[in-house]
Structures are given as structure tokens and as C-alpha cells.
């Protein structure tokens, strides 16, 4: 009977740790095992790439996982979840960093400070939204964008009136009356400046600050239609509305 000599990698009941530097182009990555650091490389921003090479360089090990939190989001991490990867985010200033590292700060660096105090078990991850928490806040965070926008819009056609010594009329500057009413925008709209230039220059300020009304009053619709539907039985306001007003929003108990 022959003895036959098998090549094959396992890694079975062994635990290997994943530090990754998260950035648009590229991901720089360190892999370590319980005992040493096995590879650090630069790869496509793919997670799936990411999980095909730890399967066939280590396979039946335990994958764990970490990057922090960023411009990218929390996708990387469902992604990954979703692959057999446990994975967590964490806050970047919750990282223990060494004094050598502050100095020498590069992707290869921090990669492998990642890896390193997550195999530590220093690290705590944050907490993740659901998909469809995230998309709701970013609905009222665009709403606020709005806003913003079409505060700026009233200040520059106020700015360009009285930069053209136009004065608006009493009536309408008192905001409880008729600032930015209809009749305000009338009044503007039937304004005559000295030139076609400057006419046309106020038209197209209006026509910005009408635009933007218009989506004010649409996200607003949307987030008052969220608030009414069946979404306030499952989430808390404090999960939607994090960090932002919550508009016409109610608490599970009812409360407004």
C-alpha cells in the first residue's frame, strides 16, 4: 500500500486577522495569524476579491476582519459579513496607536496597527445601521442640504437688490407677513433693473431659490410619509433621525 503525500493548505480551527486601510482605488491589507504577521499587499477595492484570497491561501480558518469607519460607509462591511468574514468598524481615534506609528503613517502602517489590535482585542467595533436606516437618514441629511442651499439663494438675491439700490418694499420685510411669499415673489418676478443683464441676472436667482422650494417641499412629503408608515413600529426615532430634526416624526408609544 502506497502512502500518498497530500499538499494541501488547512488552516482549520485557526484564526486569521484582517487589518484593512480602506481608500477609493485600493485597499491596503495585513493578514495576521495568532502568532505572526503573514502577508501585507495592496488589492482592488473589492471585498470579494479580498475573500477569494483569504479562502485559498488559508482555507478553513476563522476570518476576522476590520476597517474604520469612513467616507465609504458600512456596504465594505455587510459585504463582508455577507462572505463568512466577521467583520467590524471602528472609530478611528479609538485605535491604540504607538508613537513610532504617529510619526511613520502610511497605508502599509495602518493596515497592520488594524490587524494588530484586532488580533489584541483592543478594538470594539460601532454600531451599523440597517441599509434602510442609513438611506432614511440620508434622505432628511438632503433635506437639510436644501435648506442651507436655499438660504444661500435668499441672501444672494437680497445681496444683488441691494448692491443695485433697489430697496423691497416695507410690506415684505416683516418674515411673519410676507417675506418670501407669493407676493414677494411677484414683486421680484415684475422687477425692473437698469439693464436686460441685470434683469436676466434676477431671474435666474429666482428661478434657482423657486427650484429649490419645490424640493424642499417634496423631501419634506417623503419624510412626513415615512413617519406615518409602518417604519415608527420598527425603528426609534433616535435610529432615523440621529444627528438630525426629525420632521413630524413620531415615537413608537405614540408620542409626536
Not at 470579494?48 to 467616507?71: D, I, Q
Not at 414683486?187 to 425692473?192: C, F, G, S, Y
Amino acid at each position: 500500500m502506497k502512502c500518498v503525500q497530500s499538499n494541501e493548505l488547512d488552516f482549520s480551527g485557526q484564526n486569521i486577522y484582517v487589518g484593512i486601510d480602506v481608500h477609493l482605488k485600493s485597499w491596503s491589507v495585513a493578514i495576521l495569524s495568532e502568532h505572526s504577521v503573514l502577508k501585507r499587499f495592496s488589492q482592488s477595492p473589492e471585498p470579494e476579491a479580498l475573500h477569494k484570497y483569504l479562502v485559498n491561501n488559508y482555507p478553513g480558518a476563522n476570518y476576522y476582519s476590520v476597517y474604520e469607519a469612513g467616507f465609504c460607509g458600512f456596504w465594505i462591511h455587510e459585504k463582508l459579513m455577507d462572505l463568512g468574514i466577521t467583520n467590524i468598524v471602528v472609530n478611528p481615534a479609538d485605535v491604540p496607536t504607538m508613537g513610532k506609528e504617529k510619526l511613520r503613517k502610511t497605508d502599509a502602517v495602518d493596515c497592520n496597527k488594524l490587524a494588530r489590535e484586532l488580533r489584541s482585542g483592543s478594538l470594539e467595533g460601532i454600531y451599523v445601521p440597517k441599509a434602510d436606516v442609513l438611506e432614511m437618514r440620508s434622505l432628511i441629511r438632503m433635506r437639510n442640504l436644501i435648506v442651507k442651499d436655499s438660504t444661500r439663494a435668499k441672501n444672494r438675491i437680497k445681496s444683488l437688490l441691494r448692491f443695485h439700490g433697489v430697496e423691497i418694499p416695507k410690506e415684505f420685510t416683516r418674515c411673519s407677513i410676507g417675506c418670501w411669499s407669493k407676493r414677494f415673489l411677484s414683486w421680484l418676478q415684475a422687477l425692473e433693473l437698469s439693464t436686460e443683464y441685470g434683469k436676466k441676472t434676477l431671474e435666474l436667482h429666482l428661478e434657482q431659490f423657486i427650484r429649490l422650494r419645490k424640493m424642499l417641499l417634496q423631501e419634506t412629503r417623503a419624510i412626513r410619509e415615512i413617519s406615518r408608515s409602518t417604519v415608527r413600529q420598527t425603528y426609534t426615532v433616535a435610529d432615523i433621525c440621529s444627528g438630525y430634526r426629525c420632521y413630524n416624526c413620531r415615537y413608537p408609544d405614540g408620542r409626536d
